[in-house]
């Protein structure tokens, strides 16, 4: 059974640019989340929806936006970009959000760095 | 004060050593806690997840957890040289509002050398 993916791997914008990074849940996984690693940190939650609707939403500027597909598939957006949005997105997804099946599973995230 | 605190490292030992890595955490709501494995460049890992307070086995790995000290532990048994990684320890509590987030320490640096 295929993991989560996710799409781009890497990719290069400049200050100002938007950019949209997708993720693919495990199969049967109803929810996902998107974390920001930074550098020598560790993952910063970001949002989480559940069955096509956001649950949460960490400390992070408006310029961050997600949504949901019917599919469970999620696309993270990000507008304005600025040089401290370089970092590794991660996507995690869960069967649910609740208990044991709240347990989340990582993607390989997609590597961002703006210039 | 941070929520999760966690040393970064690097903590080195030879192979066939036992680690011992640590977080401590201040909020008393985290009710589930896991432990994550983080090669370079690569998303993190599930190692441990654990609920309740106690030692949990798996493998060469035991997760333990003390709620009455916020503190938290993984061991590493015989490591190995691929066993070098980064270590997330990350916690995670069932908002009112009806989302479960992680929160998680800066991760330990673990280098094993041959």
């Known amino acids: 059974d295929a993991g989560v993916t996710q799409s781009p791997t890497h990719l290069i914008k400049t200050r100002g640019q938007h950019v949209t990074l997708r993720c693919s849940p495990i199969?049967?996984?109803?929810?996902v989340s998107w974390y920001q690693q930074v550098l020598g940190q560790g993952p910063q939650f970001i949002f989480q929806y559940y069955e096509k609707e956001e649950r949460g939403r960490g400390n992070f500027p408006d310029r961050f936006s997600a949504r949901q597909f019917p599919n469970y598939s999620s696309e993270l957006n990000v507008n304005a970009l600025l040089l401290g949005d370089s970092a590794l997105y991660l996507c995690?997804?869960?069967?649910?959000?609740?208990?044991?099946?709240?347990?989340?599973?990582f993607g390989p995230g997609t590597r961002l760095l703006v210039l | 004060q941070k929520e999760v605190e966690q040393d970064p490292g690097p903590l080195s030992v030879p192979e066939g050593a036992i680690v011992s890595l640590n977080c401590t955490y201040s909020?008393?709501?985290?009710?589930?806690f896991m432990w994550y494995r983080q090669y370079s460049r690569k998303g993190p890992e599930l190692l441990m997840y654990?609920?309740?307070?106690g030692n949990k086995e798996d493998g060469r790995f035991t997760a333990q957890v003390d709620k009455s000290s916020k503190y938290i532990s993984l061991f590493i048994r015989d490591s190995q040289p691929s066993d070098s990684a980064t270590y997330l320890c990350?916690?995670?509590?069932?908002?009112?509002?009806?989302?479960?987030?992680?929160?998680f320490g800066k991760g330990t640096m673990l280098l094993v050398s041959p």
């Open positions: 990350a916690m995670r509590v069932h908002m009112n509002s009806g989302y479960s987030t992680l929160t």
């Open positions: 654990t609920y309740s307070s």
């Open positions: 995690a997804s869960s069967l649910d959000l609740w208990g044991s099946e709240g347990t989340q599973y």
């Open positions: 199969s049967g996984h109803k929810s």
């Open positions: 909020n008393s709501a985290f009710q589930y």
